[in-house]
């Protein structure tokens, strides 16, 4: 059974950054490559949201409110998906869920980002 564990959630002040990575476990490579990847947030109180994807064409896709802040990439090698987030605001902070679209649909457990000062 394929698992993704995100990692790199915390508590950072406005202007900080963090990095959030996404494994996929008992995955083979040439598996891993077909599918689209995407990180989502939920906010209390809100719907989930797309805030990053990336195809396998390694085509990207940004929320308004995330571009030129954040960054999706992928190490295929490593099976690993990132999002690296700069210049962090109070209006990120959310539960962060790593998310495989393709011959099969996989989610992550999330992890938690704050920001406050």
């Known amino acids: 059974q394929v698992q993704l564990v995100e990692s790199g959630g915390g508590s950072v002040q406005p202007g900080g950054s963090l990095r959030l990575s996404c494994a996929a476990s008992?995955?083979?490579?040439?598996?891993?490559?077909?599918?689209?990847y995407g990180w989502y947030r939920q906010a209390p109180g809100k719907q989930r949201e797309l805030v990053a994807s990336?195809?396998?064409?390694?085509?990207?896709n940004y929320a308004d409110a995330v571009k030129g802040r954040f960054t999706i990439s992928k190490d295929n090698a490593r099976k690993r998906v990132y999002l690296a987030m700069n210049s962090l605001q109070p209006e990120d902070t959310a539960v962060y869920y790593c998310?495989?679209?393709?011959?099969?649909?996989?989610w992550g457990q999330g992890t938690q980002v704050t920001v406050s000062s």
């Open positions: 990336l195809s396998s064409g390694a085509m990207t």
């Open positions: 008992r995955m083979i490579l040439s598996e891993f490559v077909r599918y689209t």
């Open positions: 998310n495989f679209r393709g011959p099969n649909d996989f």
